[in-house]
T-cell receptor, first 115, second 113 residues
Framework: GAGVSQSPRYKVAKRGQDVALRCDPISGHVSLFWYQQALGQGPEFLTY????????KSGLPSDRFFAERPEGSVSTLKIQRTQQEDSAVYLC?????????????FGSGTQLSVL | GNSVTQMEGPVTLSEEAFLTINCTYT??????LFWYVQYPGEGLQLLLK?????DKGSNKGFEATYRKETTSFHLEKGSVQVSDSAVYFCALRRGNQGGKLIFGQGTELSVKP
């Protein structure tokens, strides 16, 4: 596709359920990032992949959060035993290369609501 | 640690008014600085960037200058339009952190005709 695609667009989960959020980056993009955006706040970094390697997961808030990118393209963010505080928009972004001033392309996000 | 602070919104302006959205940062070393914009219902888009001190980023009539002495990167536009209504995010990025962005909290701009 032309841009970063995320699915589902909206997800409602009951507290304690597991969820999986998908990100399809722009084809050929090496770097992939996940961010969490709480209502009325700026996005906060969760984790970073360069190809299939997860180089930084310092932003994952707990061990209930897990991300993977097994073939260096599509990525999945999994949240186990969801809690109400996990409610947020989860953004995925990709860039062509790994340089620090490389432009990031963002998806529209998955809005997760935990009831 | 590294952080970004933006002026609080919402900011409401009339069409053709002058816009300033303040942004200051705290960081070690020499980060790159960015402004991203989020239009209603859309993903974040890069608006402009500056990668070193005294650089000026510009796009679509918006400008921001990287001021190391005041650790600021204020966004300006001389004449806003209704179509500029959006949320604006200032962000920094350090090269040795895998390129992750650190965002401010965002400033909502509403332009009235």
């Amino acid at each position: 596709g032309a841009g970063v695609s995320q699915s589902p667009r909206y997800k409602v989960a009951k507290r304690g359920q597991d969820v999986a959020l998908r990100c399809d980056p722009i084809s050929g993009h090496v770097s992939l990032f996940w961010y969490q955006q709480a209502l009325g706040q700026g996005p906060e970094f969760l984790t970073y992949f360069q190809n299939e390697a997860q180089l930084d997961k310092s932003g994952l808030p707990s061990d209930r959060f897990f991300a993977e990118r097994p073939e260096g393209s599509v990525s999945t963010l999994k949240i186990q035993r969801t809690q109400q505080e996990d409610s947020a928009v989860y953004l995925c972004a990709s860039s062509l290369a790994a340089e620090h001033n490389e432009k990031l392309f963002f998806g529209s996000g998955t809005q997760l609501s935990v009831l | 640690g590294n952080s970004v602070t933006q002026m609080e919104g919402p900011v409401t302006l009339s069409e053709e008014a002058f816009l300033t959205i303040n942004c200051t940062y705290t960081a070690t070393g020499y980060p790159s600085l960015f402004w991203y914009v989020q239009y209603p219902g859309e993903g974040l888009q890069l608006l402009l960037k500056a990668t070193k001190a005294d650089d000026k980023g510009s796009n679509k009539g918006f400008e921001a200058t990287y001021r190391k002495e005041t650790t600021s990167f204020h966004l300006e536009k001389g004449s806003v339009q209704v179509s500029d209504s959006a949320v604006y995010f200032c962000a920094l990025r350090r090269g040795n952190q895998g390129g992750k962005l650190i965002f401010g909290q965002g400033t909502e701009l509403s332009v009235k005709p």
